[in-house]
C-alpha cells in the first residue's frame, strides 16, 4: 500500500518552516530539559497558474510524529497531542494564510471548522452518552477535513460511552427492575 501523502502550498515560492519538536530528556545531571532541534520543512516552487510561483510541500501521513512547541502551533491548538507532519502543518499558525491544503483556497481553509468547538461538541454528546451524535460528528470531521488528532478524540469518545453503556447495562442486570436509571429515576 502506498505512503498516504497531502500536498501544501505557500504563498511564498521557496517558503522554509522549522517544526521543533517538545521532546523532554535528562542532562547529564539528571535534570529534564526540553531539547528542541529543528526539523526543515522546505516548500519548492511550482507555477501559481496566474503566472508567478508559489511553494509546494507533499507531507507524509505518519511522518515525524511528536509534541509540538507553542510557537509552532495557533493558539487553539493543544501542544500535548503527537501529530504526524501532515496534522502539523494543519495547526501551525500560518495555516489559512500563508499555507493552506493544495485544492483549498486560503479563505476556505480559514473556515474550517475550530478543534476546541469539534471537541466541545463531542464532550456534549459524549456526556448525554449519545453514541449516534458523536459518530455523526467523526464521520463527518473523516468526510472534511480529516485531522487525526480530531478524530482519535472522537473514536475515544466514542469507546468511553460504550464502556459506561455496557457498565451500566450490567448494574441494571444486578441491581434488578427497583435500579435507578442514568438520570436517578426508578424504572
Sequence with gaps: MADQTVEFRSKYSE???TRVPRVEAPNALGQRVVHQVGERIKFSPVPD?????????????GRNVHEDSIDWLKDSEDTSIERDEVDALKAHREFGGEIWVAGWSPAETRQLPRPQDFRKDVTRAAV????????ALLDKELGTHGRGDLVQFATDALETIQETQAALAESDAGNGENAPSVAGKKK
Design 15 to 17: 517558503h522554509v518552516l
Design 49 to 61: 497558474g496566474r503566472g508567478g510561483l508559489e511553494g509546494r510541500y507533499v507531507a507524509r501521513v
Design 128 to 135: 448525554a452518552l449519545d453514541a449516534d451524535e458523536v459518530q
